[in-house]
């Protein structure tokens, strides 16, 4: 059972960073929902709730998910829904139910790096940023690929540009965790395939992305399928999806064996190649 010792409601980043900081047991508290399923005995539980970290806001070129922001909030915001296709609202749409993602936090989600997150992958493919009160603002990919160490994450940080994205993942059912995640982004000449669930944290396939762009470049993905010709072949498009299969690695739990989950990861970006040239083309 958790156990929590205290609450505090700091009135600044900094407070919330020293007192986080002062004993090992200290703990900043999202939503709770996946700290309550341990038997963590918590010191000082660290509750955000003073710091203004629940809005989702535009800037000029970015737009911000406060980490308390929930992950319903992103579900529902006309921002997000207007915004690179609605992958973020569609990424969180199948994590349990509504009363669930009315409670859980962005922050907690991306803070924890857990494998099989689904909305890690829609935001390493829209090449997002996290604020951190001590490392900092980091592209998403480095905060993943970095050892854990005791911060504070307040912001997760899209660029606004003109970026069109596919989200894609297979659940034995709807509210399951996810047997594989990938997420497809075209964000002027350039794309990015990312694949989650494998069942390491989301990583991107950076020689299949590159691979991509050049194909689309040089028109060579024309004759691909757009929404409907979903089984014609095309030459270029299975050589990237061989490459992206390759790059990355896959493993083995109880929801998958790592060459099936090799197998759907071709499937999955495969439809969001496909997904997004749709998009193009209207
Ligand atoms: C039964 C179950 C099924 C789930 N299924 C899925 C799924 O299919 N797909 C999916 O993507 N996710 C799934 N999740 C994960 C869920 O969506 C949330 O990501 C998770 O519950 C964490 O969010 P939280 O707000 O509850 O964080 P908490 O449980 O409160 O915290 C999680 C961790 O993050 C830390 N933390 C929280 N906020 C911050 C912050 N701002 N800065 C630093 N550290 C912080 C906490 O200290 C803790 O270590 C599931 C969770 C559960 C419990």
Redesign the pocket.
């Known amino acids: 059972m958790l156990t929590i010792r205290d609450i505090v409601q700091p009135e600044t980043l900094t407070e919330a960073y020293q007192i986080l900081t002062k004993q090992r047991t200290n703990?900043?508290?999202?939503?709770?929902?996946?700290?309550?399923?341990g038997s963590k005995r918590i010191g000082i539980g660290i509750d955000?709730a003073k710091l203004n970290?629940d809005q989702i806001t535009e800037e000029d070129d970015t737009i911000k998910l406060g980490?308390?922001t929930?992950?319903r909030q992103i579900e529902t915001h006309p921002l997000l829904n207007e915004s690179f296709g609605g992958v973020l609202p569609k990424?969180?749409s199948?994590?349990?139910g509504v009363q669930?993602?009315n409670?859980?936090?962005?922050?907690?989600?991306v803070?924890?790096k857990?494998g099989?997150?689904?909305?890690?992958t829609a935001l390493l493919a829209l090449n997002a940023k996290v604020d951190?009160v001590k490392a900092g603002r980091l592209p998403l990919g480095e905060f993943l690929a970095r050892p854990r160490e005791k911060?504070?994450?307040?912001h997760v940080i899209i660029p606004k540009e003109e970026q069109i994205a596919s989200y894609q993942s297979l659940?034995i059912s709807a509210?399951?965790?996810?047997i594989l995640t990938a997420a497809v982004a075209k964000n002027g000449e350039d794309w990015r395939i990312v694949v989650g669930a494998r069942p390491q944290v989301a990583e991107l396939a950076g020689k299949a992305s590159e691979q991509l762009a050049q194909a689309y470049a040089h028109a060579k993905l024309d004759s691909f399928m757009v929404a409907g010709e979903k089984n014609e072949v095309n030459e270029v498009v299975e050589g990237i999806l061989e490459q992206m299969s390759q790059e990355l690695s896959f493993g083995s739990n109880a929801r998958g064996s790592a060459t099936y989950r090799q197998g759907i990861a071709k499937v999955l970006v495969r439809r969001g190649i496909q997904e997004v040239l749709a998009w193009i083309s209207k």
């Open positions: 703990t900043v508290l999202g939503g709770c929902a996946f700290l309550r399923l955000l970290l980490a308390m929930t992950l990424a969180v199948n994590i349990i669930f993602r409670g859980v936090t962005i922050g907690g989600s803070y924890s857990y099989f997150s689904d909305p890690i951190l911060d504070v994450l307040t659940r509210s399951d965790y996810p």
